[in-house]
């Protein structure tokens, strides 16, 4: 099957009716492309685990809270194109802004509790509504069996399960792990902003990270995460905007280590104009 590109609503949803009157299941990755090999593993992996694979490349604006931002995501879409098309992908929604949303439309209505008002939602205010209202849409459109996302955004990664199990129940979310640089920096769509020598500097990031497995046995949390952050600070430009350790199913913060058993630690890190963000499990 030769990979189709599709621009349209429309269009989108006479290749779906033809998919599902076929039988075939579908498993579905919203990216907002400049694709990495993270990327592609969840292409993959969505081609193993499903008779169509769909990707879309949408680049959505109502996630943006800073304009800037939005004006310097790196678009490479020939590029990502190429890979998906080497992955086995079957078709991609690659629409505009304009096809997407209507003129004003507001976000999605839909109470997320307090998983939108901490860490991301802290210092990115209504950036996960944006993202749960394109992702709603993708699914009323494409209407996937399986929808597949990184671990790396590990508090979108909770948001969307909540959402999805509300208004899609049908649909499996599928998280799969972050993927790394050689140096350990998570593989990100930003890291290509980094000037080289920040982005050999920024493994400092998750070298440290995974020192709280250790720092648990002799420290209190709060220690913890204050050693982790100086450690980081001490490589310039680096500035540590949040650091916590939350419960990993609800994502409460901790400020004990006996509060849970399942535990992680999420951070967001600046290097000069570029956000980083990255989680481990503690």
Known sequence: ????????????????????????????????????????????????????????????????????????????????LAMLESAGCDFVFLPTADEIYAANEAPLSFDLGNLDKIMEGKFRPGHFQGVITVVNKFFNWIKPQKAYFGEKDFQQLAIIRMMSKKLHPDIQIIGSPTLRESNGLAMSSRNRRLAES?????????????????????????????????????????????????????????????????????????????????????
């Open 198 to 282: 920040e982005r050999n500097d920024a493994g400092i990031i998750y070298s440290s990270l995974i020192q709280l497995n250790s720092l648990k046995n002799n420290h209190d949390i709060a220690d913890a995460k204050s050693l982790v952050i100086q450690k980081i600070e001490e490589v310039h430009p680096f500035k540590v905007e949040y650091m916590d350790i939350v419960n990993a199913d609800t994502l409460d913060s901790l400020s004990d280590w006996s509060e849970s058993t399942q535990m992680r630690a999420c951070i967001a890190v600046w290097c000069n104009e570029v956000r980083l963000i990255d989680n481990i499990a503690v």
């Open 1 to 80: 099957m030769i990979m189709e590109v599709i621009h349209t609503v429309k269009h989108l949803k006479e290749a779906i009716a033809l998919i599902k009157k076929q039988d075939k299941s579908v498993g579905f990755v919203p990216t907002m492309g400049a694709l990495h090999e993270g990327h592609i593993s969840l292409a993959e992996r969505a081609k193993a685990e499903n008779e169509v694979m769909a990707v879309s490349i949408f680049v959505n604006p109502m996630q943006f809270n800073n304009a800037d931002d939005l004006k310097k995501y790196p678009v490479t879409t020939e590029s990502d």
